[in-house]
């Protein structure tokens, strides 16, 4: 079995075992939230010098650290083509597919997915941020919506304001979790392609763990329900969303971040949040295991 890997930015992952955790600790301040490019370049080699060749989930820690899912969904593109492509699979309270000015950042990753030739789609479930409403509209990078290439799956958002522009299939709204799940396995039930699964935990209800982002209403059992209806299609995965605390030395990144309203956490506070991130993420990396496949 490949083993679970952690890329431990900022010690937020528990114990895992047999888990494969590669330090990275001093890239914390450089890569953490946002970077540029020449960074995120810099980081991608050392990955790939550090990441054994085949693996099974990855953990990345705060949800400060979601970008890092280009650089391991960008490593599939020896095994997949435009010719054998992937579907992407993202939950998020978030679209991350929003305009970024200063290089790359956790919430604009999306759109590089997109453009992956040997990506096929992406879908985000379990938006329910007003950063797809109309106030934010133009934040959104419109292009893979309008390519057909990416699909917000949401609840709780007016976004009435896509339909008149002609993206009404790119929006797919719903009034609870259940329903969005079952429509969501309703697509793929005739779908063969393989898919890369990425989990950011701020979708996940406060009832069932707290992160460092607002959050949406999912249950865990909604993301085990799609997991487990991959039937072996699933080539790549990782975990984000844990819960940590970092204080930036640069002062676009304290701005950035006191703007995203991510207050301080006590201590003791901390450490019991951190304690039911590693519950569920012992739920996720079973069922993840159960359907995962070695890409070829």
């Known amino acids: ?100 000015l200063f290089g790359i950042h956790c919430g604009s990753w999306v759109s590089y997915v997109a453009q992956l030739p040997f990506v096929s789609h992406v879908h985000v479930l379990g938006i329910t941020s007003n950063d797809i409403g109309v106030a934010h ?32 299939q790119a929006f797919r709204a719903f009034s609870s979790p259940e329903e969005l799940v079952s429509a969501f396995i309703q697509t793929q039930q005739q779908a063969n392609e393989p898919v890369y699964i990425s989990i950011d935990k701020d979708v996940l209800g406060k009832d069932v763990v707290q992160t460092n982002w607002d959050q949406g209403r999912m249950q865990l059992e909604h993301l085990l329900t799609v997991i487990n209806t991959m039937n072996q299609r699933i080539i790549g995965s990782d975990i984000t969303g844990e819960v940590s605390q970092w204080e930036y030395t640069s002062l676009l990144k304290r701005l950035l971040s006191a703007m995203d309203k991510q207050e301080p956490i006590p201590a003791t506070t901390l450490t019991t949040w951190q304690e039911k991130h590693h519950a569920v993420n012992q739920q996720l990396l079973a069922s993840l295991a159960q359907n995962q496949r070695t890409a070829s």
């Open 1 to 100: 079995m490949n083993k679970t890997i952690i890329l431990d930015f900022d010690h937020s992952t528990g114990s895992i075992p047999d888990a494969v955790r590669i330090e990275l600790g001093q890239w914390q301040e450089v890569i953490r939230f946002g970077c540029s490019q020449t960074s995120f370049k810099k980081l991608q080699a050392e990955l790939n010098q550090q990441l054994p060749e085949h693996y099974g989930t990855v953990l990345t820690g705060s949800g400060d650290y979601h970008h890092i899912s280009l650089l391991l969904i960008k490593r599939l593109q020896q095994f997949f083509s435009a010719s054998n492509p992937i579907q992407i699979i993202i939950f998020d309270n978030h679209p991350d597919n929003m305009r970024y």
């Open 137 to 168: 509209s133009w934040e959104n990078r419109l292009a893979p919506l309008f390519q057909g290439k990416l699909t917000y799956w949401c609840m709780d958002v007016q976004v009435g304001w896509a339909r008149t522009i002609g993206l009404k």
